[in-house]
């Protein structure tokens, strides 16, 4: 029997005892889990084993097992073996958020996790875990502005408004601006702020990491009660907003079967061609973000429309040419 199976089993063994206020008789945790009741004696001696507070006694004319009294408070009663298993591999995947408030209350929920385990379960979810690897992606180091996370969120849930310092990436210059925060968003191993700018009159999103100061005020601020902050972002390729467009892209037939593997877009239409090749189209708002993903494949990637994105294309290209000439 595989040990996947057995541990799966014996988990749901501890899940009956400690939702049993009276114990089970091992007749009914055969019945429970589908097994022989051999097993389930085997099962209840390798607990024991593990560390588990698992005891008999008689009930009547039968023998019932339960855990001591107290244990039901202790261990993780909601926690199935999947579940334990994807908060370990989520483990890994929560490394991107490195340096922040939510890293550190992660790690503090494993920690308990694996206190509240026998040594022999804690091994077992490690060998698991193992056989499971999670590919490094580029990261901005967050640490540097954790106290701005925690400012931004302190602002969203109580609805007051930041008085900041931006900067613009573009050309670096420095704005102050007052600010309505309505969501701290992570996007492509970032955080952004979005909020209703006082200065430009409109919803934008915010960079943390180009924000030169924030200030909490004590001024509030409502939310628009129709405002659905999914809706608003969805047009965009990623997390900036722009004049809405119509966008038609060539795939080649070489990375055609990889492009129709995902889902890049909401709106996305994929067309096969006689060739093999594929037309992409989206409705977006903005092309700057889409601009830089069509650059990613390379000359396998022709825009046929807009004639502005195609041209954009055509300036790349030709500064890329200017680059490798010599």
Known sequence: ????????????????????????????????????????????????????????????????????????QTLPIPLSLPELLALYFGRRLAGVLRGTVFHDALESLFEKIKALLPGEMVQELERAQAGLSVGATPVKPHAAYRGMIDTVNQAVSQRRRLDMIYRSMRDRTETRRRVAPYRLLFFDGAFYMIGYCGLRRDIRVFALDRIQRLDLTDEPFDRPADMILDDFLKPSFGVFLGPPTTVRVRFASTVAGYLSEKTWHASQKLTPQKDGSVIFEAEVAGTEEIKRWILTWGAHAVVLTPESLREDLRREAEALKRNYRS
């Open 1 to 72: 029997m595989a040990r996947g199976d057995q541990l799966g089993r014996q988990w749901k063994i501890i899940q009956a005892l400690i939702a049993s206020r009276r114990g089970k008789s091992v007749p009914e945790l055969a019945e429970m889990v589908e097994c022989h009741t051999r097993t389930v004696y085997r099962d209840l001696e390798a607990l024991q084993v593990a560390g588990f507070p698992v005891t008999t006694e008689r009930d009547g004319h039968r023998m019932v097992w339960s855990l001591l009294s107290g244990t039901q």
